[in-house]
């Protein structure tokens, strides 16, 4: 086994340390280390986006970043998006609009749709499918997915 | 996963040390969309994975009148084409990094590992081709440039030796009244790998009306991305017209030697690259004449 890494970062505005091997990937570290297991894994290779946080702002696979990568950077997990106040808008309209069943796409999809909100607050429903292309859903068909960020967003989906 | 030592150096030099060092068992890490999950599932071995994003040359991404653009071999996606001047001025690589994965994979993927993976399939290729990219490679002897459509030797396979790795990707500045395009055929609208891809650049006369120079590239048809000279010179005589692209089209599929495997067979691969060949050049053409 190869020696373990000390890595320092900041998770949810939090400082967190914690003891990686190389090989363990964020997401490992987020669930194994750090216990924070709202972030799932699907295909663990980069294809479905259960996985999805944000990493110094950018949207990531964390099962394709390693834990060790990640010093001194600041990373939000949908543990993160809620406010003490309450469920962030995107959380309210997934329930609203009942845009998930068994729920293991639903972290991935509501960082992945924060991420698309944060950068463009009023998108079209092309660029919502668009920007959500990268994230897979085995139970909802998509369309109350969609229509929920939409609907977040304060637009009205189309047709 | 297979346990490997992790490395992030500040220099240049101590990468190429530890490369030196480890060999074949050492891999360099940018973005990690290819090398991590090929790791985890046993495809490639590594003992040691150089992360090099921590170096300060291969985060560069600058452009220049003169010298043309300098492409950092770890810059990720999203940096090009959010640039808006690059955007305008390299529209085939534009095309190519705006297509590759989801955004999730466009917030980490590179062009140079990309290009280093050496994937027969792999979109950017075709597009540095077209944009006549050189390779800025650094290795224990120093440096050398190599031209892109010369890095790949075999799947998987690049150019570098022992100790060496790829810096930065280097585009001349676009000649006058230039327009490039790159497309690809995959079976849904995002997140899969080509079946074919095809780049296309041109830029005309004065007028507008002839072309100067062309440039043709191609992906998934062949061991390694490709470079059709003779499909290019078929544009040079008089304006032009389909016909030009038609006669190009035949020579790129003329020189596609594809495969046939679970994405497409041969012929199909072959019928494909005559279809995209033309699309690709009345893009290239129209965006050649807006410039
Ligand atoms: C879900 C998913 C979708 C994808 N979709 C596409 C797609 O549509 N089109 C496509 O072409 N690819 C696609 N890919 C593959 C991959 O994302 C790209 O090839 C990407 O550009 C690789 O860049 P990277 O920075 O992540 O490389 P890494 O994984 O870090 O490295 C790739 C390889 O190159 C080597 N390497 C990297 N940089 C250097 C360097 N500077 N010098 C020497 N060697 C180096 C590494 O050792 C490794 O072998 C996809 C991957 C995933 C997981
Ligand atoms: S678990 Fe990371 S993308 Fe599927
Ligand atoms: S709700 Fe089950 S996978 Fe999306």
Redesign the pocket.
Known sequence: MTKKAHVQATVNGQPVEFLCEPRQSLLEVLRDELRLTGTKEGCN???CGACNVLLDGRLV?SC?VLGVEVEGCQITTIEGIASPQGLHPLQQKFLEHAALQCGICTPGFIVAAKALLDRHPRPTEYQVRHWLA?NLCRCTGYDKIIRAVLDAAGVAASG | MEPFDYAAPKTLNEAIALLVERGDRA????????????VREGR?HADLLVD?KRIPE?NILHYDPREGLRLG??V??YRIYEDADIARLYPGLIDAVS????IQ?QS???????L??A?P????VPALIVHEARCVVMGPAGQRLVPVEEFCVAPGR?V?GRG????ELRLPPPRPHFGAHYLRFIPRNE????VVGVGAAVALDERRERCVQARIGLAAVAPTPLLVPEAAAALMDGPLTESHFDRAAALAQAAARPISDLRGDAAFRRHLVGVLTKRALRTALQRARET
């Open positions: 290779n980069g294809n696979n394709c990268g | 891999r360099v890490l940018a973005g990690g969309t290819d090398i991590i999950v090929q490639r090099i291969v071999a770890a990720p996606c297509l590759i994965g989801g994979i980490r993927a590179s062009v140079g590992g990309n280093c993976n994937s399939a792999a979109d950017t690049t570098l060496e790795l790829l810096v997140m899969d790998i080509a």
